[in-house]
């Protein structure tokens, strides 16, 4: 299976400030055929489902606000955003799709400091 | 309007099986497939496996092979999920979720994304 590595476990930020989370999965995520990357992030709230962010690394999903945005290739992706508001505060995830046999990263909390 | 909506929660003793539903409206299931995730408390998201409600295909995580069994009803848009010979380990939140098709690997299985979740179920095992 495809490992997925997120770091920081944990990030403090104040508001209106950058917040950049990392994802390393354990082998290129990128289709040579249509120079993809099979690689998704979401938000989870406390109490609440996971909600989809991103997919192929970098196209937010409707209705995600411009302060998110994703970059990355190969093996390392980066989810920032751009200017933290408070109702950001939540756990991240990386989620390859490379594979069938679906893997995340361990998620990273992000707090406002 | 795409929703999931999950049955309730459940206490289970070790050794039991529980089955948690999945009703989908909208047509939610056309074409797409379901998929389950697990999040055992206080832990990160588990992906469990996938069912193609459709064709009736389905992958599991290999930890999981033997002990999971999904299936689909497509006159009621409802996915089923059962958990056989539960162990403590299995307490956790599981959810359904509908897997946004974005490719295919050399098999023809589809590779996704999830867009829309179900709210959840807990999921107990306790003595």
């Known amino acids: 299976d495809i490992v997925m590595t997120q770091s920081p476990d944990s990030l403090a930020v104040s508001l209106g400030e950058r917040a950049t989370i990392n994802c390393k999965s354990s082998q290129s995520v990128l289709y040579i055929s249509n120079n993809k990357h099979y690689l998704a992030w979401y938000q989870q709230k406390p109490g609440q489902p996971p909600r989809l962010l991103m997919y192929w690394a970098s196209t937010r999903e409707s209705g995600v606000p411009d302060r998110f945005s994703g970059s990355g290739s190969g093996t390392d992706f980066t989810l920032t955003i751009s200017s933290l508001q408070a109702e950001d505060v939540a756990v991240y995830y990386c989620q390859q799709y490379f594979s069938p046999l679906i893997t995340f990263g361990q998620g990273t909390r992000l707090e406002i400091k | 309007q795409v929703q999931l909506v999950q049955s309730g929660a459940e206490v289970k003793k070790p050794g039991a099986s529980v089955t948690v539903s999945c009703r989908a409206s909208?047509?939610?299931?056309?074409?797409?497939?379901i998929h389950w995730v697990r999040q055992a408390p206080g832990q990160g998201l588990e992906w469990m496996g996938m069912?193609?409600?459709?064709?009736?295909?389905?992958t599991f995580a290999q930890r999981l092979q033997g002990r999971v069994t999904v299936t689909s009803d497509t006159s009621t848009g409802t996915v089923y999920m059962e958990i056989r010979s539960l162990r403590f380990e299995d307490t956790a939140v599981y959810y359904c979720?509908?897997?946004?098709?974005?490719?295919?690997?050399?098999?023809?299985?589809?590779?996704?994304?999830?867009?829309?979740w179900g709210q959840g179920t807990l999921v107990t095992v306790s003595s």
């Open positions: 069912i193609n409600p459709s064709g009736g295909g389905s």
């Open positions: 909208g047509n939610t299931f056309a074409g797409y497939p």
């Open positions: 979720t509908r897997g946004l098709i974005l490719g295919y690997d050399g098999r023809n299985n589809p590779l996704t994304a999830f867009d829309f």
